[in-house]
T-cell receptor
Framework: GENVEQHPSTLSVQEGDSAVIKCTYSDSASNYFPWYKQELGKRPQLIIDIRSNVGEKKDQRIAVTLNKTAKHFSLHITETQPEDSAVYFCAAWQDTGRRALTFGSGTRLQVQP | NAGVMQNPRHLVRRRGQEARLRCSPMKGHSHVYWYRQLPEEGLKFMVYLQKENIIDESGMPKERFSAEFPKEGPSILRIQQVVRGDSAAYFC?????????????FGPGTRLTVL
């Protein structure tokens, strides 16, 4: 089955700096890669996603890149703000087999004011 | 348009009791997924259901756990004879279908504590 590895597990940046979180996946059949933000005690919320036919996608301060050959994808947050502090999860999904999201282990991002 | 609803939000059970968790998908969504999140960990897939059908339960323990999504009413995750290791947050997610464009949206979760 699919296996998603995510790093780093914790990341501390100064307000205004950029943050990068990286994930690798094992199953080349995976074709959809969402990123979720989870604040303490709350539900995971989708912040951005990318399909396998696209190499990069940007939404204001957030961008995601995908390298299908290397089977890795990354989340980039620019001009970080204290409200970006949360746990971020990457996930992989495919439209065959299980058809459920396989999540990475999460990255705890702390933005220092 | 109401989002995914789950209840109860918090549930406390003693060892050996039954826990029943409910999930109402978003309007128009016919696919429901259940995930479990242990403290300080990521979400793990448990079961995937469509109306009246279990499609994939490969992530759900074979003993004590069951799930259903009846024709009418919410999806239910049932845990019999709970043990302390069942303490976790249980999230359900729903999507309209199986296309790559069908994003999964999560409910607020049920936090189960087993004493």
């Amino acid at each position: 089955g699919e296996n998603v590895e995510q790093h780093p597990s914790t990341l501390s940046v100064q307000e205004g700096d950029s943050a990068v979180i990286k994930c690798t996946y094992s199953d080349s059949a995976s074709n959809y890669f969402p990123w979720y933000k989870q604040e303490l005690g709350k539900r995971p919320q989708l912040i951005i996603d990318i399909r396998s036919n696209v190499g990069e996608k940007k939404d204001q301060r957030i961008a995601v890149t995908l390298n299908k050959t290397a089977k890795h994808f990354s989340l980039h947050i620019t001009e970080t703000q204290p409200e970006d502090s949360a746990v971020y999860f990457c996930a992989a999904w495919q439209d065959t087999g299980r058809r459920a999201l396989t999540f990475g282990s999460g990255t705890r991002l702390q933005v220092q004011p | 348009n109401a989002g995914v609803m789950q209840n109860p939000r918090h549930l406390v059970r003693r060892r050996g009791q039954e826990a029943r968790l409910r999930c109402s998908p978003m309007k128009g969504h016919s696919h429901v997924y259940w995930y479990r999140q242990l403290p300080e960990e990521g979400l793990k897939f448990m079961v995937y259901l469509q109306k009246e059908n279990i499609i994939d339960e490969s992530g759900m323990p074979k003993e004590r756990f069951s799930a259903e999504f009846p024709k009418e009413g919410p999806s239910i995750l049932r845990i019999q004879q709970v043990v302390r290791g069942d303490s976790a947050a249980y999230f359900c997610a729903s999507s309209p279908g199986l296309a790559v464009t069908d994003t999964q949206y999560f409910g607020p979760g049920t936090r189960l504590t087993v004493l």
